[in-house]
C-alpha cells in the first residue's frame, strides 16, 4: 500500500514582519504629510472669532434681560459690564461675560460710526476719543449694548504679524468678520 500525502493548501495572508513593514511605511508618510502641514490659525483671527462671538451673546443677553449692558474695550483687553442699580457692574465673575485680554502681539483699534462724531470732525471739532490701541494706558471705549436691539455701528480692527481681521457691527446689530487688506 502505497502512502499516499496530501498536500495542505499554503495559507493566505499576512506574516507579522509584512504587517510591521506596512506600519512603518504609514508612520512615515504620516509624519511626512504632518511636517508640510500649513500652519494652525493666526491668533489674531481667532481674538477676533471670539469677540465677535462673545458680543453677540451679550447682545443676545441685553435684549432678553432687557437691561442695559455695555463693552469696555481697552489696550489690553475686553470685558462687559451691566447696569445694576444706576453704575455700571464689571462682569468679572461670568464665564461668558468676563474679561479677556488679547492675545500678545495682537493690537486692536476701535472707531465708532457715528454721523455725529464725524460731523463735528468735519466742522473742525477735535478727534473722537474712540481708539483703544497698546500703549494707551488711558484710553478705553466703552459701547452700550441697547436692550431693544438698536445698536451703536462700530468696527474694531485685530491686527497682528499674523493678519489683520476686522469685526464690523451695524445698526441692526449685525456682526461679520472679515479678513482685513
Given at each position: 500500500m502505497v502512502g499516499r500525502q496530501i498536500e495542505r493548501p499554503r495559507e493566505r495572508g499576512l506574516t507579522l514582519v509584512e504587517l510591521l513593514?506596512?506600519?512603518?511605511?504609514?508612520?512615515l508618510a504620516s509624519s511626512v504629510v504632518l511636517l508640510n502641514a500649513p500652519p494652525s490659525r493666526p491668533?489674531?483671527?481667532?481674538d477676533a472669532e471670539r469677540f465677535a462671538a462673545r458680543l453677540a451673546l451679550a447682545m443676545d443677553e441685553a435684549i432678553a434681560t432687557g437691561g442695559v449692558m455695555r463693552i469696555s474695550i481697552d489696550a489690553k483687553g475686553y470685558q462687559f459690564e451691566r447696569m445694576q442699580a444706576g453704575e455700571w457692574t464689571p462682569l468679572d465673575d461670568d464665564r461668558i461675560f468676563g474679561r479677556r485680554d488679547f492675545d500678545k502681539g495682537s493690537l486692536a483699534k476701535v472707531e465708532i460710526k457715528d454721523a455725529a462724531f464725524d460731523n463735528a470732525r468735519a466742522l473742525g471739532g477735535e478727534e473722537r476719543p474712540d481708539a483703544a490701541e497698546e500703549g494707551d494706558d488711558k484710553e478705553k471705549t466703552e459701547i452700550a449694548l441697547d436692550p431693544l436691539g438698536v445698536q451703536t455701528a462700530f468696527?474694531?480692527?485685530?491686527?497682528?504679524?499674523d493678519g489683520a481681521f476686522v469685526v464690523t457691527v451695524d445698526e441692526g446689530g449685525g456682526i461679520a468678520v472679515n479678513a482685513d487688506a
Open positions: 513593514v506596512v506600519i512603518v511605511i504609514l508612520a491668533k489674531v483671527k481667532e468696527s474694531v480692527r485685530f491686527s497682528s504679524a
